[in-house]
């Protein structure tokens, strides 16, 4: 196989791996511990759909819908413009969504009364958010951007992050996942390079110290529920450091991504977001073919009422497009 196909590989699988983590993770999401235990195995789940909000087969929750919305505009625009980009996301929030996070719910409900809408969200945005839902939804900007010096990628991802997740860390976290998976489709490795290196950036670049210390339990041996200083996992709403810490561990331990990502849902919590983000790593290092066929096609083959921007149908088109391999 050649570099370019390599790395479009790779670059398929982040994007796909993205999402059909998140499908996965939201069968389980928040469910109660007699649920999970049914649940109970090593080999992979089945994607069949179902959990606290009721999805069909390989559909997405919240973050998925802007996870695909970012992509779109990445695709249709060539270039990160945060303003359409800012735009994209409150027409999303006026479509009815059926799953909103809270932070995405303050920022993105309607258009501001400003006249610039980037700022007019970025304004409204809760300070207070630690949440992942930012990290989540930056998949498609490394994958477009897997080339770039990682200063300009960093700061791109810090610029959509602020939009809904101003704090530092969760700005900070965007940013290393975006470095890990621009490396990731860039060159490929192994999981162990692949975290050194990260926390190697992250320390270079001065990210916070809740994001560093989360990249280096990966490879400590703090157990899958938690991460370090940044909290556990398991919450309600993670932290963004902590559920960066979480993928990176499942990654590190588990070759198999069916075993790690199904290992991580099993957890229940904040399965989709959590499970979505492993999903990006597994897919951006290992390429699409790793991930667990049924589960590819499972994603491809939903289809729902909810518009043609939020459906997968065409995610390996859109992930060249993005990619430019």
């Known amino acids: 196989m050649s570099q370019r196909a390599a790395r479009l590989q790779r670059a398929r699988g982040a994007l796909l791996g993205r999402l059909v983590g998140e499908a996965l993770g939201a069968t389980t999401q928040h469910l109660p511990p007699e649920s999970l235990a049914a649940l109970a195995g090593e080999g992979p789940l089945e994607m069949r759909g179902g959990g606290v909000h009721d999805v069909a087969p390989g559909q997405v929750t919240g973050e998925g819908e802007l996870t695909l919305t970012l992509a779109r505009e990445l695709a249709t625009e060539g270039s990160y413009e945060?303003?359409?980009?800012?735009?994209?996301?409150?027409?999303?929030?006026?479509?009815?969504?059926?799953?909103?996070?809270?932070?995405?719910?303050?920022?993105?409900?309607?258009?501001?009364?400003?006249?610039?809408?980037?700022?007019?969200?970025?304004?409204?945005?809760?300070?207070?958010?630690?949440?992942?839902?930012?990290?989540?939804?930056?998949?498609?900007?490394?994958?477009?951007?897997?080339?770039?010096?990682?200063?300009?990628?960093?700061?791109?991802?810090?610029?959509?992050?602020?939009?809904?997740?101003?704090?530092?860390?969760?700005?900070?976290?965007?940013?290393?996942?975006?470095?890990?998976l621009a490396r990731a489709i860039e060159r490929g490795g192994t999981p162990v390079e692949l975290q050194r290196a990260t926390l190697e950036f992250a320390r270079e670049a001065n990210l916070a110290a809740s994001v560093q210390a989360a990249l280096q339990a990966a490879?400590?041996?703090?157990?899958?529920?938690?991460?370090?200083?940044s909290g556990g996992v398991s919450s309600f709403a993670p932290?963004?450091?902590?559920?960066?810490?979480?993928?990176?561990?499942?990654?590190?331990?588990?070759?198999?991504?069916?075993?790690?990502?199904?290992?991580?849902?099993?957890?229940?919590?904040?399965?989709?977001?959590?499970?979505?983000?492993?999903?990006?790593?597994?897919?951006g290092l290992l390429g699409e073919e790793a991930l667990p066929g049924t589960w590819r096609e499972g994603l491809l083959a939903c289809r729902t009422t909810r518009g043609l921007t939020y459906q997968t149908a065409d995610l390996l088109p859109l992930a060249e497009a993005l990619a430019r391999a």
């Open 239 to 283: 932290s963004a450091p902590s559920v960066l810490g979480a993928a990176f561990q499942a990654l590190v331990r588990e070759g198999d991504p069916g075993r790690g990502l199904s290992a991580l849902a099993r957890q229940g919590g904040a399965a989709d977001v959590i499970v979505g983000v492993a999903g990006a790593l597994y897919g």
């Open 219 to 229: 490879l400590g041996g703090a157990g899958a529920r938690g991460a370090g200083a």
């Open 82 to 180: 945060r303003e359409r980009v800012a735009v994209a996301y409150v027409r999303w929030g006026r479509s009815e969504p059926f799953d909103v996070p809270q932070p995405e719910g303050r920022a993105f409900p309607d258009f501001p009364e400003t006249p610039s809408v980037a700022e007019g969200v970025a304004a409204r945005a809760d300070r207070e958010a630690r949440c992942a839902g930012a990290l989540a939804r930056v998949v498609p900007l490394a994958v477009w951007g897997w080339d770039l010096p990682p200063g300009e990628l960093g700061e791109r991802a810090a610029a959509d992050a602020r939009l809904s997740h101003p704090d530092p860390s969760c700005r900070h976290a965007s940013v290393a996942l975006c470095f890990a």
